[in-house]
């Protein structure tokens, strides 16, 4: 007599995928808006839920020509489930380093949305500031605006040092008597 666990690796080939996983996250979030079972399977033209339950236990692999339309109704990412019932087929193929190239490749086309230009093309003064205001706890604390440049170029113009190695206390306290005297600042004025 088979123990229940090798009778569920029979029964349920697919239980430990990331398909599974992401069919019944996908299937909660419906059951959270209200969409039951049913709802789903008629969306997805399957004739009874039951298939669709299948999926979701991992009694049956999801059909790799119908998992684009599953993670439309589902509101899943589109690739990732794709690549997630390949995975059920191939589970000998490294499906993790093609799920990480993947998430990669969307955060460098954001990134070149976000900037404008592509990773490759920063120079390595870029690259450097935007290591550092990503890895910043306060990165407003620390980008200067456009309007402030003037002022942060007369200051290093004046102390060469300063980029470097910062300034004291005294000269701090100087530049913000000046500044403070200066009031009502003009736009533009440095």
């Keep these: 007599m ?9 029964d349920f ?31 997805m033209r399957y004739a009874e839920p039951v298939s669709i339950s299948h999926m979701a236990t991992g009694r049956s692999a999801v059909p790799i020509d119908r998992a684009h339309e599953i993670a439309s109704v589902l509101k899943l990412d589109a690739d990732l489930f794709m690549v997630a019932a390949l995975e059920q087929r191939l589970p000998e193929f490294d499906w993790a380093a093609i799920r990480l190239l993947m ?19 920063m120079t390595d003064e870029q690259l450097a500031i935007i290591s550092n205001v990503a890895n910043a706890d306060d990165p407003e604390r620390r980008w200067i605006k456009p309007l402030e440049v003037p002022l942060v170029e007369a200051v290093r113009k004046a102390d060469p040092s300063s980029s470097s190695l910062g300034l004291d206390s005294n000269t701090l306290s100087a530049i913000a008597a000046v500044v403070a005297e200066a009031q009502p600042r003009q736009p533009g004025l440095f």
Excluded: I, N
Aim: hydrophobic share 40%; charged share 35%.
């Design 103 to 121: 998430t990669a490749e969307r955060e460098l086309a954001v990134f070149r949305v976000v900037t404008g230009r592509a990773l490759s093309d």
């Design 13 to 43: 080939p697919y239980r430990h995928t990331e398909a599974v996983r992401l069919l019944a996250e996908g299937l909660e979030r419906a059951k959270a808006r209200g969409v039951s079972l049913r709802a789903v399977a008629k969306e």
């Design 2 to 10: 088979q123990t229940k666990k090798k009778q569920d690796a029979v």
